[in-house]
């Protein structure tokens, strides 16, 4: 199984090279008097003017209070602009056209002069909410864990870590304490974190991710099964796990949490991270073993595992490496 890995590999960083295209754009509304309305809006971009083609549709009675402030900053294009409406916007529904011939998703994000928050995801399919008095905790349950799924799933850095884990375990119980330390680990910090228990600066934090991968593939690339990372890969996953749960709470924290629900919305946030993560893992097993009664049936010898591996290790070495100078640069 572990023949596959580099394959896997590759498919990660060819959605990697999309990624700007994955991006979710978001839309923030707060209020701020009975009726005005604070709005940001923010779109990915590969650079100045080149954000994607998606734009905001408010009520037609909607009037400005400010003019329109568009900047571009760290990938986005971001616009502010302040609004008015008689009644205010409950009830009323916010649209996002274009976004039916895209391959992104939406964050819309309404806080309330109450302190109630409100938060939808639109995809291509649904390129509309409606904005509600007050969600429910079921809606908030099942938006919060749809968000956990996608985070997961367009953190390739996560990702990639996570790989070296199950190429340093193996297919055995190890590999199941490793991945429940791992979990428990990030659950911890990504808790503290979003309650503002702990305050940890996040670009350092980015960096160290990106080193904890280099590290893991440094190891599969010595192959040393003597080392501590090799017979007790639960200590490394818990101990890198906790960096890794400060990422998840940096996106946590700029998707914000609705006041009225917040042990809810942190919950199910946590859940959607791990059934992606458990999707993930499922999903490399899958494909190795599809792929390994393909190579079987074909009658070929098999490939010569400790060459894929230490392939995969310099691969997903580089990368992370590169990610490591990035996020280094950035501070």
Avoid at 160 to 176: D, P
Avoid at 192 to 197: A, N, Y
Avoid at 234 to 254: D, K, N, P, Q, Y
Avoid at 273 to 294: D, K, N, P, S, Y
Wanted: glycine share 8%; hydrophobic share 50%; proline share 5%.
């Amino acid at each position: 199984m572990k023949y596959f890995f580099c394959s896997i590999l590759l498919f990660l960083l060819v959605i990697s090279a999309y990624a700007h295209e994955m991006r979710p754009g978001y839309l923030e509304i707060i209020q701020t008097a009975e009726e005005v309305y604070a709005l940001t809006w923010k779109v990915p971009a590969k650079g100045p003017g080149e954000g994607l083609e998606i734009q905001v549709r408010l009520p037609e009675d909607c009037n400005p209070v400010s003019p329109l402030v568009s900047r571009y900053d760290a990938g986005a294009i971001i616009e502010t602009s302040t609004i008015t409406r008689v009644g205010g916007l409950e009830g009323s529904e916010i649209y996002i056209e274009g976004l039916s011939i895209t391959f992104t998703d939406v964050l819309v994000r309404m806080e309330r002069m109450d302190g109630s928050t409100q938060i939808a995801r639109l995809t291509p399919d649904k390129p509309s909410v409606v904005l509600l008095s007050a969600p429910g905790s079921m809606e908030v349950a099942q938006t919060y864990t749809v968000l956990g799924i996608q985070h997961i799933w367009t953190g390739i850095d996560h990702l990639l870590f996570v790989l070296c884990l199950i190429i340093i375990a193996g297919i055995s119980h190890k590999l199941v304490i490793t991945i429940t330390g791992f979990t428990l680990a990030h659950s911890i910090t990504l808790a503290l974190s979003t309650l503002g228990i702990v305050h940890v600066p996040q670009v350092p934090v980015e960096a160290v991710i990106a080193l904890s991968i280099v590290f893991l593939a440094t190891e599969i690339a010595r192959r040393n099964t003597t080392s501590l990372t090799y017979r007790y890969p639960v200590a490394v996953s818990m101990s890198f796990g906790l960096l890794h749960g400060f990422g998840f709470a940096a996106v946590l924290g700029e998707i914000g949490l609705p006041q009225n629900e917040i042990p809810t919305a942190l919950l199910f946030f946590n859940v959607g991270v791990e059934l992606g993560q458990l999707l993930f893992i499922g999903g490399i097993f899958l494909v190795a073993r599809i792929a390994l009664m393909l190579w079987k049936m074909a009658t070929l010898e098999p490939m010569l595992p400790a060459l894929t591996q230490t392939l995969a290790a310099y691969l997903i070495g580089g990368v992370s490496t590169y990610w490591m100078i990035q996020r280094i640069a950035g501070f």
